[in-house]
């Protein structure tokens, strides 16, 4: 079925940059996101790219796609403790793209 | 807008008890989702219903029921609790796939 990958645990120093890596399975989707989670709360979304592009751009904000390799990335530009939070990588599947399939996260931690 | 509404936001149970985890929209969206949360899997699917009167089953139905009578209901109904069932359940709506899913804030639920 399909699967989406990422790496656990990332930690970066303030102000340098992060960049989250993420791998899928299903070479239909056709939109992909990126997710924050706070602790206590729900997911909001951060962004998404369309499959039919390689590059966004929102702010702080850098999703790099590469749909041969299944390789999603999200840098974030100048990283603050407020980023600190975990990170899901999420694709749209089924007939209509109804239904999304996450990665298990990744916790950005923030250092000083 | 209130967005998403779950209630309630913990509760602890003894195995065999049935509940309902209540969700509620005020945004008008017919498709309407129930996640489970647990650490290291990020989230997986339990059921969906993309409009009233219409539901279906996610990558983890067994042991929950859902019905979808109204556009902005979308209980879910645990039959008999198992320890097993002790996560942190998530309730999402959305419009269109382009805007991603609007998420509630959560009900911790505690299997003893």
Not at chain 1, 17 to 32: A, E, P, R
Not at chain 2, 12 to 21: D, F, N, P, R
């Amino acid at each position: 079925g399909e699967d989406v990958e990422q790496s656990l645990f990332l930690s970066v120093r303030e102000g340098d940059s992060s960049v989250i890596n993420c791998t899928y399975t299903d070479s239909s989707s056709t939109y992909l996101y990126w997710y924050k989670q706070e602790p206590g709360a729900g997911l909001q979304l951060l962004t998404y790219i369309f499959s039919n592009m390689d590059m966004k751009q929102d702010q702080r904000l850098t999703v790099l796609l590469n749909k041969k390799d299944k390789h999603l990335s999200l840098r974030i530009a100048d990283t603050q403790t407020g980023d600190s939070a975990i990170y899901f990588c999420a694709e749209s599947i089924g007939d209509y793209g109804q239904n999304f399939v996450f990665g298990p996260g990744t916790r950005l931690s923030v250092l000083p | 807008n209130a967005g998403v509404t779950q209630t309630p936001k913990f509760q602890v149970l003894k195995t065999g008890q049935s509940m309902t985890l209540q969700c509620a929209q005020d945004m008008n969206h017919e498709y309407m989702s129930w996640y489970r949360q647990d650490p290291g899997m990020g989230l997986r699917l339990i059921h969906y219903s993309v409009g009233a009167g219409i539901t279906d089953q996610g990558e983890v139905p067994n042991g929950y029921n859902v019905s979808r009578s109204t556009t902005e209901d979308f209980p879910l109904r645990l039959l008999s609790a198992a320890p097993s069932q002790t996560s942190v359940y998530f309730c999402a709506s959305s419009y269109h796939r382009d805007e991603g899913l609007h998420f509630g804030d959560g009900t911790r639920l505690s299997i003893l």
